[in-house]
């Protein structure tokens, strides 16, 4: 699957630090120095059967952040991202509306790419369909039969779903850290069928999904049908990136269930080999009091933004402001604020002299390395604005080095 184009980056003057993150697993920050020279990263991507909210926006920007950080510290990357364009909300959406499931997953995929491009955001290198990923996911479901981690359960069609036994993997739970009570709680809401008789532990979790009518469907070894949900991470992942790759990535909301069952059925297809070094997890975006949610419509959407002739460079900024870690509700005024500001720093960045640059360079780099501190960095542009405007122009052309900095470290074009 193609993804988006990339934007020019500028080198930055000097190297940052080594980047520490925050890893869900042991709830503790980790320095991330990648262990093969290059840094790897897997973020779960899109089911895309409605536009690019806020939400959405938000994770990928904080983790264009760390791809940025480890380039800053003079590390090559390795990004890899999938699109779920097969999957039970995808084919209901197209049900409801009467559109072919396919148009409507290509028209949302591109407008996501789109949206990413304007938004800068550094394109993956493998950019991956569950649908073209099918024979890596039925390869690996066979290395889990191999291991005796699948069982069927037949269904009404005559056909059979594959299910994951969990208790497969000895460290099941290790990733998101959770007790069975508090999986059992939410593994209904978000896409598990702890209720299906047949299985043999509520958390067991759907593999391959055995033919039903009027659903797509794809032959195999394993009979007519079309992957789980999680296994498609699981593979896609190991394929393009191996084992014990530096970081596995999305919002919180995929700590359990998806992170998890992608960690353990990997890890039992490969019980030699750890899955992920760290967890990564982006906070919520709310609006009006909840979640965005394409289930619930709460969204604020990129594309509607753009529509409005609002600079993509302020909705960056905007969600720049928030620690990437935290939960917090889009507010139009913030919206407004990021626009003055953007204009202040384009300002700045344009005198022929300004305030020294160094610091700000040292001061913007040291912050991304502590856990993608956007907001502090920012603060360090916003002073940096602040002193030029208000006479300290010292620095012939430290406004040249501060467009590097801003658009290398933070993916905002000045």
């Known amino acids: 699957m193609r993804a988006w184009s990339a934007p020019v980056v500028p080198t930055l003057p000097s190297a940052g630090p080594e980047v520490q993150v925050f890893d869900s697993s042991t709830q503790d920050l980790v320095e991330l120095v990648p262990d093969s020279g290059t840094a790897r990263m897997y973020v779960c991507g899109i089911t895309p059967y409605d536009a690019t909210h806020l939400g959405h926006a938000s994770t990928y920007v904080a983790f264009d952040l760390l791809n940025r950080a480890w380039r800053s510290a003079g590390h090559a990357v390795r990004y890899v991202q999938n699109v779920t364009d097969v999957d039970d909300p995808l084919l209901e959406r197209a049900a409801a509306t009467g559109e072919d499931w396919v148009t409507l997953a290509e028209r949302e995929t591109e407008l996501f790419r789109t949206d990413m491009e304007a938004l800068r955001v550094l394109p993956p290198d ?59 709680r939410i593994f209904a809401e978000r896409g598990g069928d702890p209720e299906r008789p047949g299985k043999k532990d509520p958390l067991d979790c759907l593999l391959w999904q055995g033919e039903r009518p009027d659903d797509p469907a794809w032959d195999s070894v394993l009979g007519r049908g079309r992957p789980g949900w999680h296994i498609e991470c699981s593979a896609i992942s190991r394929e393009h990136l191996g084992a014990n790759f530096e970081v596995q990535g999305g919002g919180s ?16 297809a490969d019980p030699e080999h750890r899955f992920a070094r760290a967890y990564v997890h982006a906070g919520m975006v709310a609006l009006d009091g909840e979640k965005m949610s394409k289930s619930k419509g709460n969204l604020e959407l990129v594309s509607r933004l753009r529509g409005q002739g609002v600079d993509p460079m302020a909705i960056r900024l905007t969600l720049l402001g928030h620690h990437y870690r935290s939960d917090w509700e889009w507010k139009p005024n913030e919206l407004a604020r990021s626009v003055v500001l953007l204009g202040r720093l384009r300002e700045a960045a344009t005198a ?36 030029t405007s208000a006479g300290d122009q010292g620095e012939p052309g430290a406004g040249d080095v501060i467009r590097t900095l801003a658009d290398a470290a933070l993916g905002v074009a000045l």
Do not use: C, K, N
């Open 253 to 268: 909301d995929l700590v359990f269930p998806h992170h998890e069952m992608s960690a353990a059925e990997a890890q039992v």
């Open 352 to 387: 022929p002299a300004g305030a020294a640059s160094g610091p700000v360079v040292e001061a913007v780099l040291t912050a991304l390395a502590d856990d993608l501190d956007a907001p502090r960095a920012l603060g360090a542009l916003r002073e940096w604005a602040d002193r």
């Open 126 to 184: 493998e950019y991956v369909g569950a649908v073209e990923s099918i024979p890596l996911v039925v390869s690996m479901i066979q290395r889990l039969q191999d291991a005796g981690a699948v069982y069927a359960v037949p269904t009404d069609g005559g056909g059979d779903d594959l299910y994951f036994s969990v208790t497969a993997d000895p460290d099941f739970g290790a990733v998101s850290g959770w007790d069975r009570d508090q999986m059992l």
